[in-house]
């Protein structure tokens, strides 16, 4: 597609459930992000992927949170038995374009709530 | 540890006007600037992006400009409009292109 993508746009759960959110960088893209953006912590990184390995995944919070990216393209950022403090929009990014490879384009998020 | 301040963190301004949103930084060591675009309940669009290297990139009605020495940066705005309004967010990055992030500046652009 023409941008990055992501889903589901918005997921509701309950606590100490698991959820899994995807995201389709733009076609072509080597490089992916994850961020995420509450509102007391504002937009923090969580983890980067080049091509289908992980070399910083300093970000995470905590072993319940983990993500993959299979065929240098579609990762999955899964949240295991989750918390309400997990509340928040999760973005992510992708670069490594042709043209442009330095900026960073984002997709739309998905809201994440945990009652 | 990088820390990325954005001064002010609310501004609203009369349509037309010129401003100046302010981006400070603690390391000089990065490796580029961002601005970025967010509206509500929505992604972050790519506004500007400046090289460590280099001083200040122009898009449009938008001018960045980067001191790398004393971890600032500013975005100017010209002739501002209603369709401004949005929050403005700083990032920086380091070799592995993570973003930093300001806690932005939320601009309001009254007609």
Known sequence: ?115 | KQEVTQIPAALSVPEGENLVLNCSFTDSAIYNLQWFRQDPGKGLTSLLLIQSSQREQTSGRLNASLDKSSGRSTLYIAASQPGDSATYLCAVTDSSYKLIFGSGTRLLVRP
């Open chain 1, 1 to 115: 597609g023409a941008g990055v993508s992501q889903s589901p746009s918005n997921k509701v759960t309950e606590k100490g459930k698991d959820v899994e959110l995807r995201c389709d960088p733009i076609s072509g893209h080597t490089a992916l992000y994850w961020y995420r953006q509450s509102l007391g912590q504002g937009l923090e990184f969580l983890i980067y992927f080049q091509g289908n390995s992980a070399p910083d995944k300093s970000g995470l919070p905590s072993d319940r949170f983990s993500a993959e990216r299979t065929g240098g393209s579609v990762s999955t950022l899964t949240i295991q038995r989750t918390q309400q403090e997990d509340s928040a929009v999760y973005l992510c990014a992708s670069r490594g374009g042709t043209a442009d490879t330095d900026t960073q384009y984002f997709g739309p998020g998905t809201r994440l709530t945990v009652l």
